[in-house]
């Protein structure tokens, strides 16, 4: 789903300035780079990818999905 609408995100994301990327717009939101960064993760450890896997893999065991799995992929501080 996510690869459909890459085209379309990377240019929107590339034309914004760092600051607002990197910003949070009120304490305990997201930032951009938080979203972008919770949208890659989701799309490749949540349902879609686990499908995948799931029918690929025989016997394939589900492993824990969390947001604050990976923080350096979206940025975040504490990778909330």
Known sequence: MLAATLPILKAEVMALPKEMLVNRPAPGEWSINEVIGHLIETEERG?????????????????????????ARNDSPNGA
């Open 47 to 71: 349902f879609a990818g686990r499908m995948q896997r799931m029918l690929a893999q025989e016997n394939y065991i589900l492993a824990s999905c969390s947001a604050k799995a990976n923080p």
